[in-house]
């Protein structure tokens, strides 16, 4: 009894075959960069004993605070309004919902490519009545050309690897079988605490005087990249 012929193609050898024998390989690479971006976080703050007296303060802060990011022009690439909040104080003594205080608070997010305006900026929002500033947090843009070197270094780890156990066995490659990317580039820091800087003033100084920018040392970014790879190479002379 005869096998019918069909059109199937040959199974593969994941591990090739004495004819063309198999090498994997992994490909790494990790550089460091400069950031692209850098973040702030905003909070603006209002108290007082009435709800419209409160809202009337944080309204006017949120203003001066946006006011002031925007006259950077340029230098700050996006700049989002978050949470809200007005909120009653009940006090701690005494029967029923007697209210003490409202307090209200705006979250704002700032973004900056110009790092030397950044040190200023968060100087002069810091001073400011009722604001808190947290930041800045460094980072690289999702299409930075950076991500593009790591892949392309991770792959040429990848073939010079190759390559090296071949010529151990005195052979050449022949053929690139499989590539496959396994490692997603993380651009973010390695975990560190941000600085903060808080100004809680509830009045303006006597004398109209402006704090210094502050230094501010751009966090160099890291980025990982990976790939596994699979070759065929001529047969060695074993």
Not at 211 to 236: G, K, Y
């Amino acid at each position: 009894m005869t096998t019918p012929p069909t059109d199937d193609p040959p199974p593969t050898v994941p591990y090739g075959t004495p004819d063309a024998p198999g090498i994997a390989v992994r490909g790494e690479a990790r550089l460091e960069v400069d950031p692209e971006i850098a973040r702030i976080g905003i909070t603006v703050a209002s108290r007082g004993k009435d709800r419209r007296a409160a809202l009337d303060d944080l309204t006017r802060r949120n203003t001066t605070a946006l006011d002031l990011t925007k006259t950077y022009g340029d230098a700050v690439e996006r700049l989002e309004t978050g949470a809200f909040s007005i909120s009653p104080e009940l006090k701690d003594k005494g029967r029923g919902e007697r209210i003490h205080a409202y307090h209200g608070r705006v979250h704002i997010t700032a973004e900056l490519t110009d790092f030397t305006a950044l040190g200023e900026l968060t100087t002069r929002l810091a001073d400011l009545d009722l604001t808190r500033v947290d930041g800045p947090w460094w980072a690289l843009r999702p299409n930075s050309p950076a991500h593009r070197q790591a892949r392309q270094q991770a792959v040429k780890e990848a073939v010079q690897r190759a390559r090296e156990y071949a010529e151990a066995l005195g052979t050449t490659l022949a053929a690139l079988v499989e590539l496959a990317d396994i490692g997603a580039e993380d651009a973010q820091p390695y975990p560190q605490t941000p600085g903060r800087m808080r100004s809680m003033a509830y009045g303006a100084a006597a004398e109209d005087t402006t704090a210094a920018p502050l230094d501010l040392e751009p966090q160099r970014q890291r980025i990982f990249a990976a790939v596994n790879a699979r070759f065929t190479m001529a047969p060695p002379q074993l």
